[in-house]
């Protein structure tokens, strides 16, 4: 069974978000107006966080998303087991389980799980836009990124009706696709011959507060080294 894991490499990343619209767009996640996201209710599964980078005198943009944690803390609390550390090494969520108390977002070190305030809604110019392999959630369930889980669904049912094991290329997250600048390489880190393992031991690779021991999947290689 793979361990998917994403590599970003802040020595490309220029901060253009590309990953943050596709993210958006791929999973229907619903805007956010100017209001709510002042009130600390932003809806997106992935942020452009600046950061201090230590001998650096500016800060680097560094796209924070789940960590998919190997050791998750927010499935723990979860009374209801809506979310949990899949076989495959994603951190699910199962929306028709939460019951939206918000354990989770408290355990959440990283603060990148979302809770839906408002009905979402788009302008009715979108409706024929919304992606019909992931779920409209309702009010008052927590979101997440799943590294578009749904993706490798369908990649393990393409694989199955071609006869064939399911490779490491035929399942890419919309973020990593679109990154124009190839900042993100995405696979199966216990796959030591793939493009994602070799980027995870490359010096430059570090893990975001690592030291809390939560042992995250998203691994990042520091900036101009």
Known sequence: MARWGLVVDLD????CQACVIACKH????????????????????????????????????????C???D?????????TSA?????????AQV???CIGCRYCTNACPYVVKVFNWTPPEWPASMQGMMNPDV????????????FCHHRLMIARERAKAEGRELASEDYVPACVQTCPAEA??????DDQHSAVAAAAASPRAFQWMEELGTKPKVIYLREGE
């Open 135 to 146: 779920s409209v959630r309702p009010k008052g369930v927590v979101e997440k990124c799943t």
């Open 95 to 97: 929306y028709a389980r």
């Open 26 to 65: 791929e999973n229907n996640v619903p805007f956010s107006t100017p209001a709510s996201s002042a009130a600390g209710r932003l809806m997106t599964w992935i942020q452009l966080v600046a950061v201090e980078m230590p001998g650096r005198d500016h800060r680097v943009p560094l796209p924070l998303m």
């Open 12 to 15: 490309r990343c220029t901060g």
């Open 71 to 79: 050791r998750p803390p927010c499935t723990d609390v979860c009374p």
């Open 83 to 91: 979310t949990y550390l899949s076989t495959d090494g994603i951190v």
């Open 67 to 69: 960590q998919q944690c």
């Open 184 to 189: 993100l390489t995405f696979g199966d880190l």
